[in-house]
């Protein structure tokens, strides 16, 4: 049997109970696995894929190891070509037994992992590429890394790319595990909680720069005017939907069934006030009124806001599905933090208020 025809052979539904514990995003295994039994296979100079049973050790509530027997399942460094892996055959060892829905959920989580999609392996490994920050916040964080890297890391375990990338040597990591699991003095706490703190509110002011400068992008209704509120939030999140579908007919329906099915956020919607939907369509397969109100409808519903902004952006591509970008968030009293320009730190305004 293929990976193709064991993903055909296994409903998603048999094993969503299984991802329960990635509630806030297991409607991204859901499209991934739709993305999988509609992709055709590809031919590759591997034929088959060996399935092992191995024996590894888990730490359980009471803080004691214990064994548990899992799948191992050897990809050679392939996941990201999904065609190539469907066309391979699954070989399992003779001392090992496992139902299809077992391997169809090893298989999903291997070749998903944390993105989901494969064109978005390639965007995961940019991130390791020097690039020159986009913004101040984005330069801000740029330099407190380089400072962290010049100071807390020893000179012969650091190395530069040809691009100016910094890394850290394997035996330079193995120093800094060693470094934080030893006992700290009260300054060193200190800096590392401050660092920590700082880390955690750029990369927050980061996202909520980018999601105005998305919501805001052209094709959007969105003016910039229009979500420049969202720098006054004390609490920002946001996800991405994609139909999958064979047609344009049920393109929003596949959505709201992601959002109200197979996501339970329950702590999140509590925690948020307002939200923000951003319906991304392509100019070749527009949307009907009818079924855009509807779903306008259900979300409001669903989400139980009485203050929901609603956008339309218009793309130019050629494939005919939808993407919904949901934005939740909480307004604050806190003003934005100001950058010194000079350094490039934020002044920390919400600790002494």
Partial sequence: MTLKELFLKVDFDNIYPDLEECDDVNYGFREAYDILCRMEPVEGEEKEIHVSRKEIFLRNHGGEMERVESIDVNLHGSAWCWGKNLAKEIVVTDDACFSDEELAICFLWELSGNVFLPEEFEKSFERFKRCKPAGPYETALDKLEESIWRHQIPRQFRCRGENGERYTTDEGCRFMVK???????????????????????????????????FLASEGSIFKRSDVDFLWDVEYLRHFDYISVTNNAEGRLDYILESMTRYQEIPEILELCNNAIVLVCVPACSPLDEAELEKFKEAVRLHLGYDDILFGLKTEERQSHHLEVFLLLNQSTRFPVMPIDKKSGLYFDILEKA
Avoid at 179 to 199: E, G, H, I, P, T
């Fill in 179 to 213: 470094r934080n699991l030893a006992r700290k003095n009260r300054s060193k706490r200190k800096r590392d909680y401050r660092q920590d703190k700082r880390r955690r509110d750029l990369w927050g002011m980061i996202d909520c720069e980018n999601a105005v400068a």
